[in-house]
Structures are given as structure tokens and as C-alpha cells.
């Protein structure tokens, strides 16, 4: 078990298909929990990355307007969620994109106790995989709300759905191509 973390939520969260993560809200966001999904997606084990801040897989990415978009959700404790692609990197060092959505679960008294995470790569992706992706995540937020009730936890806002898949792949894909035609050697 996790230190710091319900039993009924970790186990919740572990079993869920979609990649996620969990982390404390002081200090620098420190990571208590990811799951076989997140595992898959970047090729991190929780050994590996337990204790960090996720921006670790930025390596060097610019990122700029994510992490404003990102800073921004952090600093306004009325902005329940963030949604943002950004460049980020496998264990392996292959980049992909990925679209990261964040929301704060909260305390009765409003304080926030965790902040939790999902992501997907999206220049991988087809608009009927992102379709289901995006079916799994509400599905799993639905499933969260009465796990965390039990501990006297709130889920924060609700997940507002990418409103032009198509494009948002499109985009990505361009990306990702650039990055990769900007690696050495290729
Ligand atoms: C639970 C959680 C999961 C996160 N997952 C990712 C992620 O998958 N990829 C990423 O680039 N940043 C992720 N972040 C965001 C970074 O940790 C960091 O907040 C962001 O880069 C902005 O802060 P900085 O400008 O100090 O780096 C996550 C943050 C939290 C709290």
C-alpha cells in the first residue's frame, strides 16, 4: 500500500485500463501513484518515478503554452481542471505528444488533497481510439466520485471532451514528425 493514500482509491486507480497518475499537491507535486497504463505508455515502472514530478518527461521540450496553461490550473484554485497536449518522452526516448487533463480532488473544507492526472498519445492515435479513450476516462471519473465520498474527497469539475478529435490528431501528428525529422540522425 501507498503511504498517504486511501487503500479503496489505489486499488481503484490501479485496475483502471486508461493511463494515470496521482500526486500530492505540496512541495513540487511529488508522484504517489501511476498505474499499469501510465507503465505502458511511457515505459516507466513506479520505481522509476515514485517521489518526482512528472515533468520528467518533457526532457527538453519548449512546451511554453502548456505549461502556462498548466501554471495556471495550479494557481487559481477556481480552475477545477487543465486539458493540454505537450511533448513528451518513452523511457526509450521516443517522443510522443501528450494529452495530459488534470484535476484537483478536494478536501470537505475545499483544501486540495491530490492531484489527479491522465494521459493518452495522441499523435499515435485514430479519432475512434481517442473516442474510447475519452469514453474510459469519464468512466473512470464517474467510478472515482463514490471511491473518494467514502474519505470525505471530492472530484473537482468534470471532463470536458476534446471538441475536434480529427484536427487535434492532425495537429499532433505534424509534431511529432517534426520532432522526429529534427532527431539526430534522421
Ligand atoms: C499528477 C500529475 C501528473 C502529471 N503528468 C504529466 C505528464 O504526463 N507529462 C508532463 O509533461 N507533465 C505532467 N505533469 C505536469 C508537470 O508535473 C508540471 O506540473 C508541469 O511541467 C508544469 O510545471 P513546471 O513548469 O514547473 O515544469 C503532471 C503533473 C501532475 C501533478
Known amino acids: 500500500m501507498t503511504a498517504d493514500l486511501p487503500a479503496d482509491l489505489e486499488t481503484y486507480l490501479l485496475q483502471s485500463h486508461v493511463a494515470l497518475a496521482l500526486a500530492a499537491p505540496d512541495d513540487d507535486s511529488p508522484l504517489l501513484l501511476v498505474n499499469e497504463g501510465f507503465s505502458a505508455l511511457t515505459g516507466f515502472r513506479p520505481r522509476d518515478v515514485i517521489g518526482k514530478n512528472c515533468r520528467f518527461l518533457q526532457k527538453h521540450a519548449d512546451n511554453t503554452r502548456a505549461k502556462a496553461r498548466i501554471h495556471a490550473f495550479f494557481d487559481r484554485d477556481d480552475q477545477s481542471s487543465v486539458r493540454t497536449d505537450l511533448v513528451n518522452f518513452r523511457k526509450d526516448g521516443t517522443p510522443f505528444i501528450n494529452l495530459l487533463y488534470m484535476s ?8 486540495v488533497r491530490y492531484i489527479f492526472a491522465s494521459q493518452f498519445d495522441i499523435s499515435r492515435s485514430r479519432p475512434d481510439l481517442l473516442a474510447s479513450y475519452e469514453g474510459e476516462l469519464a468512466e473512470t471519473l464517474s467510478g472515482l466520485r463514490p471511491i473518494l465520498s467514502e474519505t470525505g474527497t471530492i472530484l473537482d469539475g468534470s471532463l470536458v471532451t476534446i471538441a475536434n478529435s480529427a484536427i487535434m490528431i492532425a495537429q499532433a501528428k505534424l509534431l511529432l514528425s517534426s520532432l522526429e525529422d529534427a532527431r539526430p540522425g534522421a
Do not use: N
Request: glycine share 24%; aromatic share 0%; charged share 50%.
Open 104 to 111: 484537483k480532488l478536494r478536501g470537505r473544507s475545499g483544501e
